[in-house]
């Protein structure tokens, strides 16, 4: 649910195959200039706006094409318009239920996660309140797009939605609803939902209830799908480098063999009434920091309203310049704030809310945020809040616009709301809101009767909130006229060699540096920066020192405060961090100048340092009781063997509070005088830049600029540790955590070590039709989210393989006799010659796909420098793995991973077990 214009407009939804399910902020987007594109037969072309084009099917599904040869990746994204409101009684998380049997396969696709790992592709599925959309991403070829439109065609009206898949997957969504049960604020969040609606659906999480996800019936969850999931009801976008024309005509066949449904879709008539009094809710449950959160219902996306109360949150929650977070956190009131709106179809809810440490009085910050939003209206932005607030959607806007695989996914949003113009016509008003508009929007809402939060009480005149009516998609749209745009890029190959022949290395002072200049949409450019000092005797007792340097850097310098810093880095476009970031080429320049500076030059304010300590806190303390947090930590210990004080070491929750609340500023002070320098660097800088332009001012820059200390590589090293089961209890948590490990004497320039990638790619690394998740999701039902990892260095043999997984406390013992029998099938049985021949491909088009981004580029070459490597390492490694065999691979797992030697620590509610 979100306004149409904003850059950071909040939306909250379920992403049904990513590890975690969260409010995601979805930005807003533009596009380049169409062409003509020939017509097969019953296509009948729509309007046009910036390079996406509109096409209708005789049987009534829209078609958006947005070609764009700049990146080799295509983006396929079809949007269903129904979401959780659109369920009825006893069928609530319907929506969401379905969108996992979605991927349970069809007549002639019956392996999708499969199919998808096979070719590589990045993929996923989420549903909100409005919609459900599914996408998919991958290297450019025409076999995999076509393979793409047939497979979703198929699945529109052809998925099995079958009993014996209800079955399992139901047990994943329960844990799925169990993980985010252990969230304070997304149980929070679900109660707000609940208390602020009587009538209306927006007032159900789109989760879902646990005994209607437990009990619903196949028939209706196939009744569901039947009516909604029809091409009248859909939208189809294709985003990237493709043929149009082809791309058309593959559509035709495909989506276009889909009969038009003889059925009408039910109508959705249920208006919430006018709030007449404030509410309040508590929720008591275990944890360890205090959540304010206060709602009022406001308008429908659709109308005006929504983007002036856009502008008002991001005025009142951003940091460090919103007027909530100098009132609440500044004065050490709160550790945290924020506001967004959750505006859909239909009039929805304006949050505002902070984040208390626990044990400090959350009443007053309550009354002090209620004042501060209510008294809004009475004091209207300032010039300067306007413009900051119109420069940050603007920004983030333009940078979006170069990147058609989020438009393909941005555009759900707009068209859940009616019409995906929405997103161009809403972008354009921007400049068009003024101070006033956005004061007396405020005003008209921001109301103590229509406030969720406070209690009931009997007044003869109180203060109503009536929420206007919005106008449709069509009446909006009547008088706007979309604007051209002329941005342009190269075809640029990722491939390796490419890469080297397009980059020039040279030094700069002590400083390696890669330069890769290349024509971008919007002129982007990527930079990366890496700084070494210090070794193993002067870093000794020194960790959490400095960690706080890095951290107060970009709050105050000798030239700006840092809420100066903040809009200094704004104006120039900068986003990302001090060492990893995104500018434009207009900007480039300035850029480096001012990360260096805040590099060279922090004034390290006392006041942002007290905050800064509180936050540290705040979060240490946030994570006391979380099984994940808990688990892992107790692993990090078992293994580790160096010194109390060494920079290799792990640190106990309580020595890290300890150590945090010892900090002075002169620590850190004395850190940043004796450490920091560019003695040791590497910096890449690839996209649209001026190669000498750009290397002289690095010089100016960063030249001079020395460390004091001596340096020398940290090398890690593992001991041998016999294997270990421990079982820790957090009470009151509705799901449990499994993490396991064993250490490994491994490089990355062993010959064994493309073997172990791929293998540990079969197990559980490579996504839902890995080994693990196969048994553990797929087959058994037992966890939403799992898998392995292999972490492998380039300078020392401090290696290890690990395993996790989520499940409910009563499953874990279940979790972990599945995770020993795949482990131990996969080392005496081995994998198969599919398996292998599936993982090389999924895993060389995802590296494919990597390389096409020029942040991954520049932190690639700043690693390589580093190493004193070249791509030439990347291509050799991928020849290594595209020649792997079976009895390669089996033999690599069965030499390195042995299950005897396995630690593993669980963690959940002792009552589930």
């Known amino acids: 649910m979100t306004p149409r214009f904003s850059g950071t407009k909040a939306v909250l939804l379920l992403s049904c195959f990513s590890l975690s399910c969260s409010i995601t902020f979805v930005p807003a987007y533009a596009a380049e200039k169409s062409t003509a594109v020939a017509l097969p037969a019953g296509v009948v072309k729509g309007p046009s706006i910036e390079g996406i084009t509109e096409y209708r099917l005789a049987n009534g599904l829209k078609v958006l094409l947005f070609p764009d040869a700049s990146k080799p990746t295509v983006t396929v994204n079809v949007t269903y318009l129904v979401g959780s409101r659109h369920e009825n009684y006893g069928e609530t998380g319907m929506a969401h239920l379905l969108e996992h049997l979605m991927f349970k396969g069809a007549p002639k696709n019956r ?80 109660r707000m939902e609940s208390v602020a609606y009587d009538w ?114 991001q005025i009142q929650s951003d940091t460090p310049n919103g007027r909530l977070h100098k009132l609440l956190v500044e004065t050490g009131k709160a550790a945290q704030v924020f506001s967004y709106g959750l505006t859909g179809y239909a009039p929805g809810l304006q949050l505002f809310g902070a984040v208390v440490k626990a044990g400090q009085p959350v009443e007053p910050v309550r009354d002090a945020l209620i004042e501060a939003v209510e008294g809004f209206a009475k004091a209207p932005p300032t010039a300067e809040e306007m413009e900051r607030t119109q420069r940050t959607y603007t920004n983030a806007i333009e940078k979006s616009l170069n990147d058609p695989q989020q438009v393909g996914v941005a555009l759900s949003e707009h068209i859940a709301l009616g019409d995906w113009r929405l997103l161009f016509q809403g972008r354009d008003a921007l400049a068009g809101i003024t101070a006033q508009q956005v004061a007396e929007a ?97 870093q000794f007792g020194k960790s959490l020192i400095a960690a706080a340097t890095g951290e107060m850097l970009t709050r105050g310098t000798s030239k700006y405060t840092r809420a100066q810093l903040a809009d200094a880095m704004s104006k120039l476009k900068i986003s990302g961090s001090l060492y990893g970031f995104d500018t434009t080429r207009e900007h480039l320049d300035e850029a480096l100048r001012l990360v260096a500076h805040v590099l ?37 210990e078992y293994f580790d063997h160096w010194p109390k004080g060494d920079p290799r070491a792990v640190m106990t929750v309580d020595e890290q509070l300890a150590g945090i609340k010892a900090l002075t500023l002169d620590d850190i002070k004395a850190y940043h005088r004796e450490f920091y320098g560019a003695s040791h660097a590497e910096l890449a800088i690839v996209g649209d ?57 491994l490089g990355r320039d062993d010959p064994d070590y493309p073997a172990l990638e791929l293998a540990n790619f079969i197990f559980g690394d490579g996504g839902l039709k890995s080994r693990l998740m196969d048994r553990i999701r797929q087959k058994d039902g037992l966890s939403y989210g799992g898998g392995s990892s292999l972490y492998v260095t380039d300078i020392d043999r401090a290696a290890h393989f690990s395993i996790s997984a989520i499940a409910a406390p009563q499953n874990l013992a279940k979790l972990e006799a599945a995770v020993r029998e795949e482990l131990a099938r996969a080392v005496k049985q081995g994998f198969t010659a599919a398996e292998v021949a599936g993982a090389k491909s999924g895993l060389l088009q995802q590296r494919i796909q990597n390389r096409s981004q020029d942040s991954v580029v520049a932190g690639g070459w700043t690693n390589y420098l580093y190493l004193d490597r070249t791509w030439e390492w990347s291509k050799q490694h991928e020849q290594k793995l595209q020649r792997l065999t079976v009895e390669q691979v089996n033999a690599a797992f069965r030499r390195h991973v042995d299950p005897a030697k396995l630690s593993v620590v669980v963690a959940g509610d002792s009552k589930g077990k």
């Open 111 to 190: 392996n999708i996660p499969q199919q998808f790992a096979e070719r590589g592709m990045e993929f996923n599925g989420t549903t909100s309140t409005d919609r459900t959309n599914y996408y998919e991403v991958f290297p450019a070829s025409g076999d995999n797009l076509k393979w793409a439109l047939e497979m979703e065609a198929e699945r529109m009206t052809k998925s099995f939605i079958a009993q014996k898949d209800l079955a399992s997957e139901m047990t994943v969504v329960r844990n799925e609803y169990e993980n985010g049960e252990n969230s304070p604020f997304d149980v929070l969040m679900k």
């Open 442 to 538: 405020a005003g008209r809402y921001l109301k103590r009767d229509n406030r969720t939060v406070g209690l009931f009480l009997p007044e003869d005149a109180p203060q109503r909130a009536v929420i206007a009516p919005a106008p449709e998609a069509a009446e909006v749209l009547k008088e706007y006229k979309p604007k051209d745009t002329t941005l342009t890029s190269e075809n640029f190959e990722p491939s390796q060699d490419n890469i080297m022949a397009r980059t020039e290395v040279r030094k700069i002072g002590p400083i390696k540096v890669a330069l890769l200049p290349k024509k971008n949409r919007g002129e982007a450019v990527s930079v990366n920066l890496r700084l070494h000092w210090g070794d193993e005797k002067n």
């Open 600 to 636: 060279r030059e922090p004034s390290f304010p006392q006041a942002e340092f007290e905050q800064m300590r509180q936050q540290w806190i705040v979060a240490i303390e946030a994570n006391r009781n979380e099984p994940p947090a808990l688990a892992n930590q107790a692993l990090e």
């Open 200 to 313: 209306h659906s927006y007032g159900r999480s789109t989760i879902g209830n646990r005994s209607d996800i437990e009990n619903v019936r196949i028939e209706n969850l196939q009744a569901f799908y039947r009516t909604w999931y029809q091409p009248d009801n859909a939208v189809l976008l294709v985003a990237g480098k493709f043929d149009p024309a082809q791309t058309l005509a593959w559509i035709g066949k495909t989506f276009g063999a889909i009969p038009k449904p003889k059925r009408k879709l039910p109508p959705f008539w249920t208006v919430e009434p006018t709030q007449d009094g404030e509410r309040q809710y508590v929720v008591r449950r275990k944890g360890d920091v205090q959540i304010v959160l206060v709602g009022y219902k406001v308008p429908s996306g659709l109308h005006p309203d929504a983007d002036r109360l856009a502008f008002m949150s």
């Open 689 to 745: 830049f001026d190669k000498e332009a750009a290397a002289k001012t690095v010089g100016e820059a960063l030249g001079g600029w020395d460390s004091k200390a001596s340096y020398a590589r940290i090398l890690d090293a593992n001991v041998d540790k016999p294997a270990v089961r421990k079982a820790i209890v957090t009470p009151d948590k509705e799901n449990g955590f499994y993490t396991a490990r064993l250490n490994l004497d």
